[in-house]
């Protein structure tokens, strides 16, 4: 819905991971329009739990923000659908298999430059973005906060593709195929 944001964090709650930094992104400027942010996942540290909470608590009352306990993999999947958003502005990822998640799901991410997902903005599929350009962060949540159905329809169906595209590119199954050739089941 055009004005409502419905972004979702899914990882551990660690300084790596980069919660605090989303945060104080959106506490840094006054977005037209709601933000509903639900935060999903386990924390590793008391301490930046708190720091994260600390600012969520002094964001402006257009943006809420809610801490929910980690989930099982089967139920994150079903997550992102609910969501118009992902956001992992991670310090550093070999693959993300939450961004591969999301991107199944049809729900666009934003994410850092930080990860193998690169060139999303080209994809019409989300967007990389380094942690030092806090503006283009600010300008592609208001932008998301803007945006119609249609224009996030269109988000959705390239997410997927993306992801499907990956996997027909990867030729799994001729990868295992190739791998158990000659091998003799008892």
Known sequence: QKGILRLLFISRLHPKKNLSYILEVLNSKAFKGI???DVYGDSESSDYLMRCKDIAGRLPSNIE????????????????AAYDVFVLPSLGENFAHVIFESFMSGTPVLISDQT????????NAGWDIPLDDVEAYK??????????????????????KLAEEYLAKANF????????????LN
């Open 35 to 37: 933000i509903k942010f």
């Open 116 to 123: 193998p997902w690169e060139g999303l903005r080209n994809n």
């Open 65 to 80: 923000v809610r801490f929910m306990k980690g989930v099982v993999h089967s139920e994150a999947v079903k997550l992102f």
């Open 139 to 160: 300008d592609v949540v208001q932008y998301l906060m803007d945006l119609d159905f249609e224009e996030h329809k269109k988000m959705s169906l390239s997410a997927r």
């Open 173 to 184: 199954r001729q990868n295992y195929l190739e791998l158990f050739k000659g091998v003799k």
